[in-house]
């Protein structure tokens, strides 16, 4: 199975300013994702990060708010911009594992908790 | 998507067996039904996944009716690191996960 890092672990920001997340995997990877867990929800997907070409957003979500970068097969980052308290959530990066014979399954990172004020 | 709906909540007890039960009654042909775990601070971690009749792993069991409209996530014989919310998804076996509400099981002393 993957092991999944985020930076920074969590963060408070002033409304306004911009924090970039970074997801690192240990091993090299299709396809990373972006979720969001605002509090006491259930996660949302932002996005899928994809090696060489653009992010792929969900509904709801735009490039302008969210940038994201996939230089390797390793590494993506996960950008919030012009930040308000709204956005005070747990950002979380996932892989995928589908192996032909296993289940489909998602592994996530710990997740970054930003708080905005 | 299917929508999927389980119990908010459930309590439990140190050694006891906890099934919860999720209904999907649009359930698709080409859905299956997986179920991830989410302990406090840290994301979701998948738990056990099947299309049809039971599977079982050495977390937990999953039993599947015949019409697939419900399933029922078994967990055997809890302790207290099992204190978590249980999310039950139905979908396709591809990225898009969906998560719902979850189930929040709390096992007591």
């Known amino acids: 199975s993957a092991v999944i890092s985020q930076k920074p672990s969590r963060d408070i920001c002033q409304r306004g300013t911009s924090l970039t997340i970074q997801c690192q995997v240990d091993s090299q990877v299709t396809m990373m994702f972006w979720y969001r867990q605002q509090p006491g929800q259930s996660l949302t997907l932002i996005a899928t990060a994809n090696q060489g070409s653009e992010a792929t957003y969900e509904s709801g979500f735009v490039i302008d708010k969210f940038p994201i970068s996939r230089p390797n097969l390793t590494f993506s980052t996960l950008t919030v911009s012009n930040m308000s308290p709204e956005d005070s959530s747990i950002y979380l990066c996932?892989?995928?594992?589908?192996?032909?014979?296993?289940?489909?399954?998602?592994?996530f990172g710990p997740g970054t908790r930003l708080t905005v004020t | 998507l299917a929508k999927t709906t389980q119990p908010i909540s459930m309590d439990s007890y140190e050694g006891q067996e906890v099934n919860i039960t999720c209904s999907h009654n649009?359930?698709?042909?080409?859905?299956?039904i997986t179920w991830y775990q989410q302990f406090p601070s840290q994301g979701p971690r998948f738990i056990i996944q099947g299309y049809k009749t039971k599977v079982t792993n050495e977390v937990a069991s999953l039993f599947i009716p015949a019409d697939r409209k419900s399933s029922t996530l078994s967990l055997p014989r809890v302790s207290l690191s099992d204190t978590a919310v249980y999310y039950c998804l139905v979908g396709p076996n591809d990225y898009k996960l969906s998560f719902g509400a979850g189930t929040t099981v709390t096992v007591r002393a």
């Open positions: 996932s892989v995928e594992d589908s192996g032909r014979w296993k289940n489909y399954e998602q592994y």
């Open positions: 649009n359930i698709a042909t080409n859905d299956y």
